[in-house]
């Protein structure tokens, strides 16, 4: 078929050329953004007088009915086409006839598809801001659920100090709350209209680029005609975003694999959310938190995929630029489908809270706690960091804990040691007593939850 640009050109493009050269295959899924693009267009191109009353009815006519016929099934968007842009023109042009040869003017496919790319990335900043929102509600649901479930804390994967699975739950959600914040960032800095750039240096019509903007929701139209068709920072941003959220479900799904392994017991996950082996029937598999696990790595590769692409691009369009949509339609599906289906595992499992105080109890969790105990009968820390050393060095040969130690072999360490340690090394005192800001400690946690509350509800009041 004739190409939009044919008219320069005396021989047909070579078929491997016109397919290499193709975006038809995977940018027909900007149709709607197209085609919403090109009604405000017009209309704009109507307002300031550029084509007639009876020209615009017949576009906007024209468009209606290209996208209801899509999404009814009517017409496919087929491989002959270039592109979405070429697809959405051809068939207007088909229906109304030379009416739709009109609806290219004063602007380029240059800032059409950059009006498209913006136009998706925005829903999908959206949408990825909801799913991030849903998820912090369950965690903060389960935070407010587990306030009393203890279990160790871990530095280097080694029990630390007893906290409360609430506590660690909710490190996470400080994690998502930066995570919402940044994709908050991206819309803002992105929400400015490129349609009216032309291929790069504008145009001599009399377009009202605010008209626009105002009319697709923008803040206002780009300011630099040049830079409005060469941007794909909105993309690398919201790919950043992307990866750092799966960073960040991957972590959790990290600990949640660990956490229901046969050694730990701490969990377990729903049927709903395992799989079996085709060989071993006692098996029950976490492959979902494995799974988000692995797919971290496609997002980061769309990440590093865009950021190499535009690495070395002079100013302003470069068709190197299409390759920026392939990767980001795989991350926008990736990380949407990841969200949803953490938000669904972690509701779904079951904490074996008996286990996880038990383990709390190993592993010399409280010996922080014991050392706390001698300094404040005005031992030096340091000092007393070596006597429970040595008590811990004693307790492994004789495979016990410290609280199951006598008073009298206490008492071989320090003299200071009185029946009131016990109390003080309990799983119950270790978390509870922590109740400086952000701690494990009841008020601290009530607090955290309270604040965590009070941000989702500021953010559902601002979206409604």
Known sequence: MAQLWGGRFTKETDKLVYAFNASIGFDRKLYLQDITGSRVHA?????????????????????????????????????EYEDIHSFVEANLIKRIGDAGKKLHTGRSRNDQVALDMRLYTRDEVNSTKELVFDLLIKLTDLMD???????PGFTHLQKAQPVTLSHHIGAYVEMFKRDLERLEDIYERMNYCPLGAGALAGTTYPLDREFTAKELGFYGPTLNSMDSVSDRDYLIEYLGAASIIMMHLSRFCEEIIIWNTNEYRYIEIDDTYSTGSSIMPQKKNPDIAELIRGKTGRVYGALMSLLTTMKGLPLAYNKDMQEDKEPV?????????????????????????????????????????????????????RDAHGIIGRLVLYCIDRGCSIDELGIEELREQSPLFDNDIYDAISLKTCVEKRITTGGPGIDALEEAIKINRDFLDKRRKKDE
């Open 329 to 381: 339609f795989d991350a926008v599906d990736t990380v949407k489908g990841c969200l949803s289906l953490f938000t669904g595992m972690i509701g779904s499992i079951k904490f074996n809270k008996e286990v996880m105080a038990k383990s709390a109890m190993s592993g010399f969790a409280n010996a922080t706690d014991a050392a706390d105990y001698l300094v404040k009968k005005g031992v030096p820390f």
């Open 145 to 151: 659920e587990h306030k009393e479930t203890f279990m």
């Open 43 to 79: 209309c704009m191109l109507n307002k300031q007088g550029i084509i007639t009353d009876d020209e615009y009815a017949l576009i906007k006519d024209g468009l209606d009915s290209i996208l209801k016929d899509i999404e009814n099934g009517s017409i496919g968007i087929s491989d």
